[in-house]
């Protein structure tokens, strides 16, 4: 029997609404149990403490509990690729970071591809890198560590969180636009690097200001420069490192990304719940007072764009500077 195109529409109409109930429902639903943010770094960093703060937030907010898990090593890959082989059900999600867009270029061979196996869900916050020293160091500012490293060549050592890791890049950057030589030392996390900083076995580290603003407040390590183009409303006093070194600009950013094939309603409804948090008053405190960063409200479409001009900028730096993975 031929229906009328009318009662065909109708009926086509009916069956995409029905198809589509259990998949609301599910997002409604969701969570019913605990879900996992993998961590690609040892717990006590940057990308640590954003995670806590944000797992924290959405367990009060939606009932269940979000549970860090720390897989560090290989600069983020071995958590990006952990979320990667994961269900895409929205119970296993990753805490991206600036790293993620570097690897794309600094690694040549990876399981993944980032931007194609990773769906964006919410941007957290951006945040400066901060150019500190150990006190021993004798460079008060920027300038004075410029002249001091290259009447040292090699002899200073640059911690870094690991090969291709943000505060990596952001010291190869600023060797490439000053010319100084300083030997790399890379750590496996943000804290070990820092321990060694505070202890002087290193002398600096482009550092993402949340895992040091404490230290700089007390005096423990040295601040000669952020690397954003403005200064930061958390350390006022610190100059801009591009006002020194022209064309000069970095920073972290720190979000929330699941498997590609995530239902959108669950992504949407993760979406919602974090940029709530921009506007909850305790939230906005610790986001811009205690981490010193910026909050990265919009969709997920908004922060994959974030992450695309990202991974093309680092490109162009990890292609002119000539390093790759070890």
Excluded: C
């Excluded at 269940?64 to 059900?89: C, K, L, S, W, Y």
């Excluded at 505070?198 to 601040?223: C, W």
């Excluded at 990304?257 to 610790?286: C, H, Q, W, Y």
Aim: hydrophobic residues 45%; positive net charge; without cysteine.
């Amino acid at each position: 029997m031929k229906l009328p195109r009318r009662q065909f529409l109708h009926l086509a109409a009916s069956s995409a609404a029905l198809t589509a109930l259990p998949r609301i429902a599910r997002a409604q639903a969701y969570p019913t149990r605990p879900v996992r943010i993998m961590v690609g770094y040892v717990a006590g960093g940057p990308t640590d403490i954003v995670a806590r703060l944000i797992g924290q937030w959405l367990s009060e907010r939606l009932g269940q509990q979000f549970v860090v898990e720390n897989r560090p090593g290989a600069a983020n890959t071995i958590a990006t690729a952990e979320v990667v082989r994961a269900p895409p059900d929205g119970y296993t999600l990753l805490l991206a970071t600036t790293a993620a867009t570097v690897n794309m270029t600094f690694y040549e061979k990876l399981s993944f591809n980032f931007i194609r196996d990773i769906g964006p869900v919410a941007g957290v916050i951006r945040v400066p890198y901060v150019m500190v020293v150990n006190p021993s160091v004798p460079a008060k500012t920027a300038p004075e560590f410029i002249a001091y490293a290259k009447a040292n060549p090699g002899k200073i050592n640059m911690a870094s969180s690991g090969n291709g890791g943000g505060d990596h890049m952001s010291g190869e950057l600023f060797k490439m636009l000053t010319g100084v030589s300083m030997v790399h030392v890379p750590y496996r996390g943000n804290a070990p690097a820092l321990t060694d900083l505070l202890g002087g076995q290193v002398q600096v580290n482009f550092a993402p200001l949340p895992s040091v603003i404490e230290y700089i407040r007390t005096g423990k390590l040295r601040a000669l420069a952020v690397t954003t183009t403005q200064r930061s409303e958390a350390l006022p006093e610190v100059p801009v490192l591009g006002d020194f070194v022209p064309g000069y600009e970095a920073s972290a950013f720190y979000g929330v990304g699941a498997p590609r094939s995530t239902p959108a309603e669950i992504v949407n409804k993760l979406n919602k719940e974090i940029n709530a948090a921009f506007i909850d008053p305790g939230m906005k405190v610790r986001l811009a007072d205690d981490l010193g960063g910026t909050p990265l409200a919009g969709s997920p479409a908004d922060f994959g764009k974030l992450i695309a001009d990202e991974a093309a900028k680092w490109a162009k730096v990890v292609k002119s500077v000539g390093i790759r993975a070890e």
